[in-house]
């Protein structure tokens, strides 16, 4: 994986041109969603909150799940 990101959205936007999983569908959400909080502290609850908030389906709830621990070893291994 590309490792030039410093956040959990950087790290999402490397799945968003080419992953085919759910963690891919996240970041394409993401991608084409203008609330999605990039720039708000690191927090897994504050990105449930956000797809909560917009009705997102459970596809994409499962999808947080899978990515964040994901995201947080990625960082610790950095």
Excluded: K
Aim: charged share 25%; proline share 8%.
């Amino acid at each position: 994986m590309n490792r030039t990101w410093s956040s959990f959205g950087g790290w999402l936007a490397a799945y968003a041109a080419d992953e085919q999983s759910p963690v891919g569908d996240l970041a394409r959400h993401a991608a084409e969603h203008p609330g999605w909080p990039w720039d708000e502290p690191e927090s897994d609850h504050l990105f449930q909150a956000h797809l909560e908030e917009v009705g997102a389906e459970e596809p994409l709830l499962d999808a947080l799940d899978e990515a964040w621990p994901q995201y947080v070893a990625d960082r610790t291994y950095r």
